[in-house]
């Protein structure tokens, strides 16, 4: 079946702007997980999703991050006023349920570069 | 907080030698473990996990041990491969949330050479 599928797979956009990062899930999968992975860095947890909430945004470095899920499947990670920092690897992960044993399903990620 | 240490890369062997990634993590509780691997031009993959002390896992060749008292979760392949090139990564998520949040270390590169 299909895996996670995220768009676009690079996105480059100049300092100050907003974009916008689409994820879609496995079918039937009701935790999704953003995280953020830096250049020769493991991926840093975002937020967390079960359905349509999101039960953990511990991880949003401000509040230029928002993402949602309306419809507790598709979600979109939103930057405004994007800045150089921001550059990075942007990881969706989809899991039946949230915990183990079930396993996160990676998405190849979308590559954002700010300029 | 909860962090994870791996062994810096990269690491470069010959075919067929024997490999070791030492991970060591900081957890309360009793979190699950795991190792992910990064294929060039692929997205990240479950390699094995381990979700309580003293578990063994194991897939592909590779294996690690979930050792409790040396908070360490090191992987090991007894005969590397070119295909095993690659950047592992290692992860824990903590045993007190249910949230299922993955904590990763910053990756180890592994070269293979024929």
């Given amino acids: ?115 | 907080g909860n962090s994870v240490t791996q062994m810096e890369g990269p690491v470069t062997l010959s075919e067929e030698a024997f490999l070791t990634i030492n991970c060591t993590y900081t957890a309360t509780g009793y979190p699950s473990l795991f190792w992910y691997v990064q294929y060039p031009g692929e997205g990240l993959q479950l390699l094995l996990k381990a979700t309580k002390a003293d578990d063994k896992g194991s897939n592909k060749g590779f294996e690690a041990t979930y050792r409790k008292e040396t908070t360490s979760f090191h992987l090991e392949k007894g005969s590397v491969q070119v295909s095993d090139s690659a950047v592992y990564f290692c992860a824990l998520s903590e045993g007190s949330s249910n949230t299922g949040k993955l904590i990763f270390g910053q990756g180890t590169t592994l070269q293979v050479k024929p």
Avoid: M
């Fill in chain 1, 1 to 115: 079946g299909a895996g996670v599928s995220q768009t676009p797979s690079n996105k480059v956009t100049e300092k100050g702007k907003y974009v916008e990062l689409r994820c879609d899930p496995i079918s039937g999968h009701t935790a999704l997980y953003w995280y953020r992975q830096s250049l020769g860095q493991g991926p840093e947890f975002l937020i967390y999703f079960q359905g349509t909430g999101a039960a953990d945004d511990s991880g949003l470095p401000n509040d230029r991050f928002f993402a949602v899920r309306p419809e507790g499947s598709v979600s979109t990670l939103k930057i405004q006023r994007t800045e150089r920092g921001d550059s990075a690897v942007y990881l969706c992960a989809s899991s039946l349920s949230a915990g183990p044993p079930n396993e996160q399903f990676f998405g190849p990620g979308t590559r954002l570069t700010v300029l």
